[in-house]
């Protein structure tokens, strides 16, 4: 049955309306539950949320106040021994720096770390003499759990990829940060009340806040992965290009782990097409981080990270440890003086005391007008502020504000800058450039003899005609010049020494004033520097005003200059002397021998001619008096002088030719004339082939002819004892008209200006003044046969008289008579002209290097049993003339050298100053400076005025009797002219230093010059902070070897270092560093160098390959280069990984180790310091996702 509808209950419209509202009224009351419901949970989540934001706030707080810290504790070292500086407060210099200090000390580290150099530990940070580091961590090592679980494993701190923690045990400890700083809570106990670690009472001071720990890793000994390796397909031309600089790096390497050309595809996608000018142009003049359109780079170590893990670029983890993408270096020296001369045996003298004198700049041993130039670099400084004007690589001009205290040198010096001193002027820059940055201005020379000639003339000099020292650079407000760098960087008692050092006044007094004034060898570097990097063969000739006078100091160019001057004279076969006669005429010459002594053949080899200028004296007791109508000497012998100026040119391939010392021969000259030709007037001189000598009637030799001399000889001219000296040849007799014979070049503009002498330079003082060879008549002496000779008249070629011996195997020719012609004359009373050994027993001004204007004039008989073509080459010392009395090479005693410098002994043997050795194994550091060998044999060598004995470029060589170390036999031995821009300031090494058979010293523990490895670069950044150098005290030996495969050995034969090669020496370097610090570039030269081979001779050591890359200077030098521009020694660059925590110890706490965590962050900082000033030079923050 169904339910009815009449049954449900009916409703009336006003108990309706009462039922609605009613059920709203209760759903407002539910929605507004709700909403208080979910505002309070919103609010008790905001609460946690909050909280937990602010721990995080804390965490980064702690991290980056302790990285503060830390950063402060590593400037703290830096004065752990010696207080710096402080003349200038706010600009502190650490003058201290030694080997012991100047890296961080390492803390806390292992050794399966190379890299790891401190740790937050229970140990100081450092210890000094004045001071320790206080930021002492706990005894709470990371690996421990907290209160609350929380730890840090060794695989989180393996995560940077600089090396593997090897345990728990080894990782950092926790340093605790209260409110009032860093603790490691030793002395401070737990409490609720009191000064604890736990009682949050908001007067407690000791309450910690948060904890941190850290580990510092040296990344400046790694690889900047952001520049550093080049296209596998580079020519090897290329390559020496940019070998210089971190891209030069090979990369290819297995221990590096990397593909080096899938590395360049990714990271240099745009500029690898053209990579030598993106190195050279683009990454050399840009700021750091610069990055060439389209190419790529890597952020951050986490993003490098991530591409190796990846396998991106060419990478794997195993790569990771020897790379870094953070490296900076200040671009400036840090070089100071690091030994006194008396350290190596030199001198006592205060005055080469230049370690002691590195702070010194006018108080005594120096003064006002004698100041020390060789000072602690960064130590030279502005007292007042100034606004720099400096040139960019483009000569364009830019400034920069320096402040008191800030150091003189603000930038090394770019050696491409080299280029704007052009043979004609500026080379592509202004004026204003040039005189900027070199101190010269083009213009008219003031030498009389070059009158309306334009010269490059030095305008920054003192009243005392001294280059200026950079604390007077300082006082001016600029930036120094280049040959006030130089100066600099030179020591000061390796320059100016002087051959007649003790001779006040006189001939030899004058001859060598040149070699006593530093700023004249400090132009000729500076010239000869230029010289090296331009691609022409000009020399550079530089003019400044020595005491009134303008003095000329000439670059070196690979040309042939004059080694020696012959005056001979001689009977010519057309008028031979026969028996019975009384008269003869004799033809007088003047012969030159040339040598271009450098292995390199010259580029754009100018016009040159060879000049013979001034006055010359020929006389003899026999002269004729009714020709010779002059009488000269303090005998009043009749007799001729001559004021001649004759020029000739070379033919072209005698410019290029002479690689040999050699006689001057017709081929050689243009238009020399028959050898009939006579001048026709006594001041007159003719360029003729001469006539032949000895037996021979063609020898096409070359000379300046002179006037004929008439002898009259008879029983009226009878010869006693007091008149034993015949015929005299004097060079510059006349003193007001000196004698020289000069080579020179036909500048671009048509003028001839010299560029070498054969003694002395452009003021005709130190030109040859009454120099003159004797050659004598008869002999005192009779022969075992009981004849006496007529000796030292040359006979001219032609048949000989009847009685005449000629000598087959020397090549003399004699007459003998059995009377004693000194107190019994033959019955006519006549005295025959005949000669003995020909041209090599004649007197000859030589030359010991025609490069040299120091120990440039001596005076020698040519003598021996030398054939005849050896003689007219005259070798001075030549493997073909071993035996005695030859083994030394030519040159003996008084007998044979007839006049020689004054600081030389007994013995002069001029050749083995191609080595300046006195025969010793050890010369490269061996603190003996004797000048003489000591029992059997006799060496030549000398010491500069500070007392050392510096080697010479051969002077690793000490067989005297072998060919190898002699650049007057062998090719290998002789000095390099590049003709190309520097691409290493190494190659310095190559800029002769004007003294005999010295380049610039980069080798020897005694060199003068290692300086310049810091002074100059190749780099032509303006910044003052750069990139991509490798610390030289690195722990990675194949980061050394990627630095040093493919170095360029010899760049003549263009041979390179080997890989094996480049693995020994990395080896070695690094075994030397780890208990050596190197504190500057100059100690590759001063102290690795000796390193790698103590003995040198004929014992090899491991570190080379051949005798040759360890005994010939440019070989040796061959790391140097590889590494002078790629590394750096001054500014630490650290990676300071940091972890973070915030949090408590709770009420309960009662150890160490019941921290409770609250938040953490990690951070990677990565951080360049300035060991010498202690600034943060940049700082890039990472902050770490794991």
Known sequence: MSRCPDRFPRSTPARRTRGVALITVLSLVVIVCLILVAFVAAMRIERTASYSYSQSISAEQIGQGGLRRIIAELQNEMGKDAAPLLDYPRKPIYTNVSSTNIMPQYVGTNADMPNLLKISTTTAPYTGTLSSGRLVATSVNTSVAAQNGRFVDTNRWNLPQLGRFPGANTTPYWVLMTRSGVTNGSGIGFGATGDTLNNPAAGNTNFVIGRFAYAIYDTGGLLDITQAGHPTSISSSDLQQIKGALPGASLSDSSLSIDEQKLITWRNAASRSSYVSYVTNFLATNAIGTV?????????????????????????????????????????????????ASDLGGTNSSLYAYRNNAGVSTTTPFTSANRNPNRLLPGVRFSSTHTITDYDSSGSAYTYKVEPGDAVVQRRFPLPRLAWVGSSGPNGVTAAAVRACFGLSWGASADPNLA??????????????????????????????FFELLQAAILRGSLGVNGNAGVTSGTAYNLSIQQTFPAFQILRMGAAAIDQADVDSYPTVIEYQQSGSAWQACGVESLPGIISVTPVVGVPYSSPQTEGETSATAAVYLSFNLWNPHRTTPNNVPELRIRA???????????????????????????????????????????TGFTTPATLMTTDLQGAKPPA??????????????????????????????????????????????????????????????????????????????????TGMNNDLTWFNSLGGNFYVVSANARTDGKYFANFIAYLGGTYPAGWTINANSGAVYHGVTNDPWSSPAGTGTVYLTYNNTWERSLMFASNDPRSTRFNTWMFTRNGTV?????????????????????????????????????????????????????????????????????????????????????????????????????????????????????????????????PWRTADLFSSKSADSALLDVFTIQQSTEPVISGRVNLNTRNPAVLKSLLSDALVDPIDASSLSATDAANLAAAITQFTSTNKLINKSDLVNLVSPYLSPTTGTTKSANFSTLDDQNLKPRREAFIRALSDTTQTRTWNLMIDIIAQSGRYGPAASALDKFIVESERRYWLHVAIDRFTGEVLDQKLEVVTE
């Open 292 to 340: 060439y359109p389209g190419d790529n780079t890597f952020l951050s170590r986490q993003d490098l990270i991530k591409a190796a893990k990846d396998g991106i670029a060419g990478l794997s983890t195993n790569s990771l440890p020897n790379l870094t993408t953070f490296s900076r270096d200040r671009n400036a020296p840090s070089w100071g003086p690091t030994f006194n």
């Open 452 to 481: 309306g000639v334009n010269v490059w003339k030095y305008e920054e000099l003192t009243p005392q005609s001294t280059i200026k020292t950079l604390d007077q650079v300082a006082s001016e407000g600029r930036a120094p010049n």
């Open 613 to 655: 200028r001034g006055s010359v004296g020929v006389y003899n007791m026999h002269g004729d008096p009714a020709v010779l109508t002059s009488t000269l000497g303090s005998k009043s012998e009749p007799g001729y002088l001559a004021d001649i100026d004759e020029a000739i040119e070379l033919t072209p391939s005698a410019r």
């Open 677 to 758: 030709t006579v001048p026709t007037d006594v001041d007159r001189g003719e360029w003729v082939e001469a006539l032949p000598l000895g037996a021979s009637l063609s020898t096409s030799i070359a000379a300046l002819r002179l006037s004929d001399f008439r002898y009259k000889l008879g029983a009226a001219s009878a010869i006693t004892t007091e008149r034993y000296q015949s015929t005299k040849v004097a060079l510059g007799y006349d003193n007001t008209s000196p004698f020289n014979a000069v080579m020179e070049f036909k500048s671009p503009s048509g003028a001839w200006v010299p560029y070498q002498f054969a």
């Open 867 to 995: 054939p005849l073509g050896a003689a007219r080459s005259m070798l001075l010392w030549s493997s073909t003339n071993n035996a005695a009395p030859f083994e030394k090479g030519f040159g003996g005693d008084s007998n044979a050298v007839q006049l020689k410098p004054a600081i030389f002994g007994t013995s002069y043997f001029p050749a083995q100053l191609s080595r300046n050795n006195f025969g010793s194994s050890t010369a490269i550091s061996a603190p003996d400076n004797g000048v003489t060998r000591t029992g059997a044999g006799s060496e030549t060598s000398y010491t500069d005025s500070d007392g050392l004995r510096r080697v010479a470029d051969s002077g690793l060589y000490i067989d005297a009797g072998a060919t190898t170390g002699n650049p007057f036999e062998r090719a290998l031995d002789k000095p390099i002219v590049l003709n190309r821009p520097f691409r290493s300031v190494g190659e310095l090494g190559f800029v002769f230093r004007d003294n």
